[in-house]
């Protein structure tokens, strides 16, 4: 490991890393390719198999050198063995040198692998002599050939362990001038060990690639958890403190006149918006910006504006849309369960409900309240929405429509009529006004919006 | 639900807050004592109300459902066990819905937001311990919702709490905000007439609670 002059610290290794048992003593490359490897640690499952192949390497070329020694009195040149024998022992410490780096891992270092395997093979004849090899004696190579078979299956599967196999085998086979059981079997064995290994790596791939999505997606939910439970906080903190003060200041300001009592029903608005959204649970916003401090001439506006976002969302907690009305003004009374409706449905009766209470809120005097109350029955939801204002006068809404101002019946006869439901008017001057919207709930209209 | 009939107009009442926020415990207080009434006993946790319920004797407590240690419902059914006529109020800041309902199951009878008026909450407090349920429209909504869920829900045996058309009615109108004078007025009730057929309706889910409950312990092996 050389280190170039102008580099402080300790030497190349990551012994620097305080608390790193693991890494001490590593070379720094390993270190520096982990750095660039993270957050998703590919490949390190195959790294055992890479050590496994060295060592099986060096295994088969210790027995390449057993058998030399024992059978080299029989061969028929054995001082031409040496240089091969040298040579083998030089590309099995190359190799094994080589295999270490992922980066080398190619198909140079792959076909090089397997050139060299041929040199022992093909050299055989000559060093061994053919009538011992077409008796079936092993060639020099013996085991050691199947070391490309091995890299190459482990590199590249199954596939390319069954094309190294036969490549090798083939050349075997061609060294020997006749054919037996004895002299088929290394080849039988190097394509089933080809399969074999070939299979194991990629299933270690498929491992893997499991194992990196598993730790992305747990790093996702970690996140998602992390950011509900900070939402929840929050969600308590307001509820532990602004709005108490906020109910309070409004409670106490209740009997108050002029401003004071401005005030506090300012408070008792915000309460009541803030209370809504710490409460939403359901992630589809409601049809309704965030504060409907101004339960004035624009609330209702613009939640006919916003409306589209909803248009052909999944089911929607019709809740979710009606608490957005929800302030000091109007009081909403709904079922504990979720009433779910398609969003297109949900949008429309939201609409439609806006419209309504817009009206009462501008048209029922300074003092009027307003109560929306959301029913579901097995084949039905009804929202109803009564006021205590100044009523509508008999004639008053066909004569708006007359002269062109279609507010009320075009905002919620016709929305209402276009997703198959019904409106219902009552209306007594000083009486307040009661508007009743009933809908097929999805059961019976679940081929047509479902 | 006529213990608590004694109950005079303007006879004090012995109430009991509940509420883990000083500033509200101490207003409620305040109006309550200014009212007239004995403020037998304050406390910010639940576990402590069950503890001195029984020592205390409130005829009404001001329970905030959301209480740091442990649920309303575990409150309320450990107050109902040790004073058995004790009423309960509860007072939300949040409309806490599923809560608020299993709350009521468990047999609170009354409800009020916490933006009410101090009129309003002395009126509700009256109205508790004379044993007659104080409903909000949201809570008449969630009450409702219940009883159709129930007829949706319902098992062969048929034994769930039906709502009469009256009550059905009558809830409706609760919820949609008209004061009982004003059903009265509209149905051609009596004023007692409207307030019984709502104490109905809690008084039928209260008892299917119970057997409810029982029925569960049944089975489970745990009435010995």
Redesign the interface.
């Known amino acids: 490991m050389h280190i170039g002059p102008g580099v402080s610290g300790p030497p190349g290794t990551a012994r620097s890393v305080p608390g790193w048992p693991a890494l001490a003593g590593r070379p720094v490359v390993c270190h520096r390719q982990r750095v660039r490897q993270n957050p998703a640690p590919v490949g390190t499952l195959i790294v055992p198999l890479w050590r496994a192949l060295a060592v099986f390497r060096f295994t088969a070329l210790g027995y390449v050198l057993v058998l030399y020694v024992r059978n080299a009195a029989d061969y028929a040149h054995p001082l031409v063995a040496v240089p091969v024998l040298l040579g083998m022992i030089a590309w099995t410490v190359a190799a094994t040198w080589a295999y270490a780096r992922p980066r080398l891992r190619r198909w140079p270092l792959l076909a090089a692998d397997l050139f060299v395997a041929l040199v022992p093979l093909l050299v055989s004849p000559w060093i061994i002599g053919r009538p011992a090899l077409a008796d079936g004696v092993p060639t020099i190579a013996v085991a050691w050939l199947a070391g490309p078979v091995l890299a190459w299956a482990v590199a590249g599967g199954r596939r390319l362990g069954v094309t190294a196999a036969l490549v090798l085998t083939a050349a075997d086979l061609a060294v020997r001038d006749r054919l037996n059981e004895s002299s088929v079997t290394p080849g039988v064995l190097m394509l089933l060990a080809g399969i074999a290994v070939g299979h194991v790596a990629r299933l270690i791939g498929a491992a893997e690639d499991r194992l990196q999505r598993a730790v992305e997606l747990e790093a996702a939910t970690r996140e998602l958890a992390a950011a509900t439970r900070e939402r929840e906080r929050l969600a308590r903190d307001i509820h532990d403190s602004v709005l108490q003060v906020l109910a309070m200041v409004a409670r106490r300001g209740a009997d108050l006149v002029g401003e004071a009592g401005e005030l506090a029903r300012l408070a008792g608005e915000q309460e009541a918006a803030l209370r809504a959204l710490v409460t939403s649970r359901v992630t589809v916003p409601p049809d309704k910006p965030a504060a409907p401090v101004a339960a004035g001439p624009t609330a209702a506006g613009s939640a006919m504006a916003a409306r589209p976002a909803t248009l052909d969302a999944g089911p929607v907690d019709l809740r979710s849309v009606v608490n957005g009305y929800a302030s000091s003004r109007v009081s909403v009374a709904t079922p504990a369960d979720p009433v779910l409706l398609p969003g297109r449905l949900a949008a429309e009766l939201g609409a439609a409900l806006g419209a309504a209470v817009d009206n009462a809120v501008r048209h029922g005097g300074p003092q009027a309240r307003v109560w929306v109350l959301v029913e579901e029955e097995p084949d039905t939801v009804t929202v109803s929405i009564r006021d205590d204002g100044c009523g509508i006068r008999p004639g008053r809404l066909a004569e708006a429509a007359a002269q062109g101002r279609l507010g009320v019946s075009q905002s919620i006869e016709g929305r209402v009529a276009e997703i198959g439901g019904t409106v219902r008017i009552v209306s007594e001057p000083g009486a307040g006004t009661e508007i009743e919207l009933r809908v097929p709930s999805p059961d019976t209209t679940a081929e047509e919006y479902g | 639900m006529t213990a608590g009939a004694a109950v005079d107009a303007g006879e004090p009442i012995r109430v009991m807050v509940v509420d ?2 000083p ?2 415990r101490e ?1 409620v207080a305040r109006d309550l004592a200014e009212a007239g009434h004995e403020v037998v006993a304050t406390t910010g946790e639940g576990r402590q109300a069950v503890r001195i319920c029984a020592a205390a004797r409130p005829q009404v407590v001001v329970l905030d459902l ?1 209480l740091p240690d442990i649920s309303g419902v575990e409150v309320i059914r450990g107050m109902l066990a040790e004073q058995p006529g004790v009423r309960v109020l509860m007072l939300s ?6 809560s ?2 299993d709350a009521i199951k468990a047999g609170a009878t009354g409800y009020l ?7 309003e ?1 002395l009126d509700a407090v009256r109205r508790t311990a004379t044993g007659e349920a104080v409903f ?7 009450v ?3 009883y ?2 129930l007829a ?1 829900t319902a098992r062969p045996a048929g034994d769930e709490p039906r709502l009469t058309d009256r009550e059905t009615e009558v809830l ?1 109108l609760v ?4 004061s009982y004078k004003q059903i009265a007025g509209r149905l051609g009730l009596s004023h007692r007439t409207v307030q019984n057929h709502v104490q109905n309706t809690l008084g039928k889910l209260q008892l299917h609670n119970r057997v409810e409950l029982t029925r569960y312990a049944i089975e489970q092996g745990l009435d010995d």
């Not at chain 2, 909000?136 to 969630?142: D, E, F, K, R, V």
């Open positions: 883990d926020h500033m509200w207003g959301q800041a949040s409309g806490e819905q599923q608020v309902l937001l916490k933006s009410a008026g101090p009129g909450f909000t429209p949201g809570l008449a909504g969630l409702l919702g219940e159709r869920r949706a409706r919820a949609k905000g008209l």
